[in-house]
Every structure is written in structure tokens, then in C-alpha cells.
């Protein structure tokens, strides 16, 4: 299984665009790199998927150089609601074997 | 569309007692997982299902914890006896399979106290 490192926690303030980064040196052919996001009591959300360069959509952008080891979640002005735990994995969606590390915690402050 | 549903939400018990834990989820999904998550930590798989066969049960504490997911939908995470280390948010997700394995669908999970 692909192993990830994120930084343990981040601060940000509102109106401000956060990229949390995260590495998967030893990432397979197959593998595809999703995130979560995790607010307090409640179970994860699935936020974003992708295999290589540029993902899109209405909550986030994921950032994957050309060598895959690494990728880059991108959340534009975030807001005070942005405050949770974003976990990044990786594993091949075929296998269904990915696993969740401990995450990044996010605090946004006004 | 109703989401993954999990009960009870909280859970007080006396450490030795058993305790079951209930999920029912996203209709369709024949994929089924059971997470345990403790504070500060990401969730931990302890079993998953391919409808109603549990394919990969590696991390499952077979001496104490079983899971059964009959006719492939609903399922029962059970804890027999109890000890005061189980104590944690035990979580439920469904997703489709295929393709579609990434995109896991969590219930609000089940917060187990043993006392």
C-alpha cells in the first residue's frame, strides 16, 4: 500500500486560498489519489479524486505534478466552515485497498 | 437519497458487556465498511463487505469483534465482551464498487464509551 506524510495541522484566515500537500513517494501505475474532508462528529466526506495534473470541481482543485509522487489539494477562500480534517489517500480504486492516515487538521481564523 | 444510517449514535456500557452496532446503507451500494476511529487519529478499516461476503477482514479483533451482513445490505458490527481500549467512534460507509471504490459514503458514526 502507497504510504502518504501530511503536515500534521495548518492555519489559515478567511478569504484566503489553502494548499495542503501531500507525499506518496512510492505511488503505483494503478493508484489514484483521493482526499476527504472530516468536520467534528461527523463520519468523512469524499472531496476530490484524481490520477494526474489538474482536477476541478465546485469545492476544491487537486494538483498532480507529472512524477505522481506527490499531489496538492487547493481550497479557494476558504471560509470558517473550512475548518476540519482533510485526509489525502492513495491506493488503487480497482483493489479498493486505500487507507486513511492521520490527516491534516485545518483551523481557519477570522 | 438517503445517506448511510448508523444507530445508536452514542453508547454507554460497562466494560465486559457486549454491544452491536447497526448500519444500514446507501440503497445500491454493495460495498460495505466498518471503520473505527479513535480521538485525534484517521479511521482504521477493521472489515469490509462485497455484499454479503466480508472480503477482507484483516485487522478485525476476531476474539472479541464479528460482523455479519446478511442478504447482503443492512449489517451488524458486535463487540463481545467489551474493554475499556474499545472505547472510540466506530464508523460505516458504503460506496458502489467498481470503479467507484474511492468514493466512500460515511454514515455519522457510532460513539462507544466503556466504562
Known amino acids: 500500500l502507497a504510504k502518504t506524510t501530511q503536515p500534521i495541522s495548518m492555519d489559515s484566515y478567511e478569504g484566503q486560498e489553502v494548499n495542503i500537500t501531500c507525499s506518496h513517494n512510492n505511488i503505483a501505475t494503478n493508484d489514484y489519489i483521493t482526499w476527504y474532508q472530516q468536520f467534528p462528529s461527523q463520519g468523512p466526506r469524499f472531496i476530490i479524486q484524481?490520477?494526474?495534473t489538474k482536477v476541478t470541481n465546485e469545492v476544491a482543485s487537486l494538483f498532480i505534478p507529472a512524477d505522481r509522487k506527490s499531489s496538492t489539494l487547493s481550497l479557494p477562500r476558504v471560509s470558517l466552515s473550512d475548518t476540519a480534517v482533510y485526509y489525502c489517500l492513495v491506493g488503487d480504486i480497482g483493489n479498493n485497498d486505500m487507507r486513511f492516515g492521520a490527516g491534516t487538521r485545518l483551523t481557519v481564523k477570522p | 437519497e438517503a445517506g448511510v444510517v448508523q444507530s445508536p449514535r452514542y453508547k454507554i456500557i460497562e466494560k465486559k458487556q457486549p454491544v452491536a452496532f447497526w448500519c444500514n446503507p446507501i440503497s445500491g451500494h454493495n460495498t460495505l465498511y466498518w471503520y473505527l476511529q479513535n480521538l485525534g487519529q484517521g479511521p482504521e478499516l477493521l472489515i469490509r463487505y462485497e455484499n454479503e461476503e466480508a472480503v477482507d477482514d484483516s485487522q478485525l479483533p476476531k476474539d472479541r469483534f464479528s460482523a455479519e451482513r446478511l442478504k447482503g445490505v443492512d449489517s451488524t458490527l458486535k463487540i463481545q465482551p467489551a474493554e475499556l481500549g474499545d472505547s472510540a467512534v466506530y464508523l460505516c460507509?458504503?460506496?458502489?464498487?467498481?470503479?467507484?471504490?474511492?468514493?466512500?459514503?460515511f454514515g455519522p458514526g457510532t460513539r462507544l464509551t466503556v466504562l
Open positions: 484524481g490520477y494526474k
Open positions: 460507509a458504503s460506496s458502489l464498487g467498481g470503479l467507484s471504490y474511492n468514493e466512500q459514503f
